[in-house]
């Protein structure tokens, strides 16, 4: 199935304001996760720069902090989202990285962006907690194909 979400246009760099309009297309399995095939990098994970790896792992705590579990009203999934979503631009907007492991990068990347706008778009708790799962799962992917 075809999902359409709203993400940046990925060129060579990611040194640009995250457009909130711009549409790509991403193919998503059952459960909303990108398919775009994310892949090691001959059996070897990718390498980051350190600036984007703090900034994923800053997302990372987000989450953690967050309490999946718990329960917790529809205001708090709102601030996460606004916080993610300011993490995500602070991230992109420090990029520096280039080449192959940047395309990587982006592989993973996209569908957590389309997962935090959806998150945005969600009216119960039932709903954000179903796409902070989904966004979760796209979050752990990262130590999965990426060096720590």
């Given at each position: 199935m075809l999902l359409f979400i709203a993400v940046l246009e990925i060129g060579n760099s990611c040194k640009r304001a995250v457009p909130k309009n711009y549409n790509t297309t991403v193919e998503a399995d059952g459960?909303?996760?990108?398919?775009?095939?994310?892949?090691?990098?001959?059996?070897?994970?990718?390498?980051?720069?350190?600036i984007t790896d703090a900034n994923v792992r800053r997302l990372q705590m987000m989450l953690q902090k967050f309490?999946?579990?718990?329960?917790?009203?529809?205001?708090?999934y709102e601030k996460l989202e606004d916080d993610l979503q300011r993490s995500i631009d602070k991230m992109i907007s420090?990029?520096?990285?280039?080449?192959s492991d940047h395309e990587a990068l982006h592989r993973w990347l996209k569908p957590l962006i389309g997962e935090v706008q959806q998150l945005k778009k969600t009216s119960t708790t039932v709903d954000a907690n179903r796409v902070l799962k989904i966004i979760d799962k796209q979050m752990n992917l990262y130590s999965e194909y990426f060096e720590d």
């Open positions: 459960d909303g996760i990108g398919t775009e095939k994310l892949a090691l990098n001959s059996d070897a994970k990718w390498k980051v720069d350190p309490d999946i579990a718990a329960k917790h009203p529809l205001a708090d420090e990029c520096s990285m280039t080449g």
